[in-house]
């Protein structure tokens, strides 16, 4: 399977402030998806990032809050922009290696926004 | 409807127990299911995979998926206190195009010593 490093792991930020999260894998990987856990719940799909092409976005998110970046089939950025306090959740890159595969997790990012 | 759902738990069981969790799913035309194992703070692992129906047995772990009634379950035998974990059930919702995974809120299991 893939192995995925994620970073930062955690960050504490001030409301008002944009973090962008990276998303590295140690292959080639056909899609890329970003999920929101908040606190207590189950994982949320954000978008999934496209090589090449702009990021497709599940309802409730939107490119101005959450840009994302996907420059090769290696690499991912999601940032979270002008914070608040609800914004603090764990953000999970994912992959998938092709069709009907599995799909494996980074390590998430642990974001609290005060 | 939700289109993934479990029971929250928590479920309960003593060491050594089978450990029975399940998942229903909207979706007929839903066509990869997964179960992922999740410790608290951490990322989910994924520890059983199933697209047929029928059961597939990986060590401890039995998955079981019944597409006419659209319900996936995961047994765990001889289950341990390191067990003890939040088990997300993960489905391919059969839209066309769509590869990401619909993920149940996840059922919290404890194993007793």
């Known amino acids: 399977s893939a192995v995925i490093s994620q970073k930062p792991s955690r960050d504490i930020c001030q409301r008002g402030t944009s973090l962008t999260i990276q998303c590295q894998v140690d292959s080639q990987v056909t899609m890329m998806f970003w999920y929101r856990q908040q606190p207590g719940q189950s994982l949320t799909l954000i978008a999934t990032?496209?090589?090449?092409?702009?990021?497709?976005?599940e309802s409730g998110f939107v490119i101005d809050k959450f840009p994302i970046s996907r420059p090769n089939l290696t690499f991912s950025t999601l940032t979270v922009s002008n914070m608040s306090p609800e914004d603090s959740s764990i953000y999970l890159c994912?992959?998938?290696?092709?069709?009907?595969?599995?799909?494996?997790f980074g390590q998430g990012t642990r974001l609290t926004v005060v | 409807q939700k289109e993934v759902e479990q029971n929250s738990g928590p479920l309960s069981v003593p060491e050594g127990a089978i450990a029975s969790l399940n998942c229903t799913y909207s979706?007929?035309?839903?066509?990869?299911f997964f179960w992922y194992r999740q410790y608290s703070g951490k990322s989910p692992e994924l520890i059983m995979s199933?697209?047929?129906?029928g059961d597939k047995e990986d060590g401890r772990f039995t998955a079981q998926l019944n597409k006419a009634s659209q319900y996936v379950s995961l047994l765990i035998r001889d289950s341990q206190p390191s067990d003890s974990a939040t088990y997300l059930c993960a489905v391919n919702i059969g839209r066309t195009g769509r590869r990401a995974l619909t993920f149940g809120s996840g059922t919290r299991l404890q194993v007793q010593p």
């Open positions: 199933i697209y047929s129906n």
């Open positions: 994912s992959v998938d290696e092709g069709a009907g595969t599995e799909a494996f």
């Open positions: 990032a496209n090589q090449g092409s702009e990021a497709t976005y």
């Open positions: 979706d007929r035309g839903s066509q990869s």
